[in-house]
């Protein structure tokens, strides 16, 4: 069972539209991230937070925005969709306790941009 | 900076054979170790982990071994099936490094086990 929620799971958008990405967590956690996954399979942050009101770009320059409102709620939005945009995004949370525990992943967020 | 690097794939296996992906990191502290698995259409799930040295972590039948004198955490299970076809990523974690605490991932390594 998931304790990190993603929605949609799959979304196919027209180019130019304004969308976001949502992503819930009950495990308590204070630390969040947003990941793009390119076909190659590998995992770029683009994303992350520390707390409530806490955000910063990742190593991947993206052209989307995080806010963090509340501890359990990391939404990603893009405010004008580009082909380019086409891409899987996961969201993820970690323990607030040190560097010996990993991260929970969502499930993901399949996104087309057309 | 830390960074991890993984054996090029995809691999490809009958099942029952024996599985192994290499997995080597650079760290400047003392980093915690993780391999992740994931299904096709899925997020990842941790796999296992190891957080100190000559550690061995270990999950439905996989297992990794922190090894601190060749940075490595190589991935192994003695017989695979084909419900072990997945994306394998083995990832870092070194809250005294230059990630201030974020996890650092390798490339991934696509397996596909024939029946």
């Known amino acids: 069972e998931a304790d990190i929620y993603q929605t949609p799971r799959y979304l196919v958008i027209g180019t130019g539209k304004k969308i976001t990405l949502e992503c819930s967590q009950t495990?308590?956690?204070?630390?969040m991230y947003w990941y793009q996954q390119d076909p190659g399979m590998e995992l770029h942050l683009i994303h992350y937070s520390y707390g409530v009101n806490s955000t910063e770009k990742g190593d991947l320059s993206s052209e989307s925005t995080v806010s963090r409102i509340r501890t359990e709620h990391f939404p990603l939005t893009l405010e004008s969709a580009r082909p380019s945009h086409t891409s899987q995004y996961l969201c993820?949370?970690?323990?607030?306790?040190?560097?010996?525990?990993?991260?929970?992943f969502g499930s993901g967020t399949r996104l087309t941009v057309v | 900076g830390d960074s991890v690097t993984q054996m090029e794939g995809p691999v490809t296996l009958s099942e029952e054979a024996f599985l192994t992906i290499n997995c080597t990191y650079t760290a400047t502290g003392y980093p915690s170790l993780f391999w992740y698995v994931q299904y096709p259409g899925e997020g990842l799930q941790l796999l296992l982990k190891a957080t100190k040295a000559d550690d061995k972590g270990s999950n439905k039948g996989f297992e990794a071994t922190y090894r601190k004198e060749t940075t490595s955490f190589h991935l192994e299970k003695g017989s695979v099936q084909v419900s072990d076809s997945a994306v394998y990523f083995c990832?870092?974690?070194?809250?005294?490094?230059?990630?201030?605490?974020?996890?650092?991932f390798g490339q991934g390594t696509i397996l596909t086990v024939h029946p």
């Open positions: 990832a870092l974690r070194d809250a005294g490094g230059t990630s201030y605490g974020k996890l650092t």
């Open positions: 993820a949370s970690s323990e607030n306790r040190g560097s010996n525990y990993g991260y929970t």
């Open positions: 495990m308590g956690h204070d630390k």
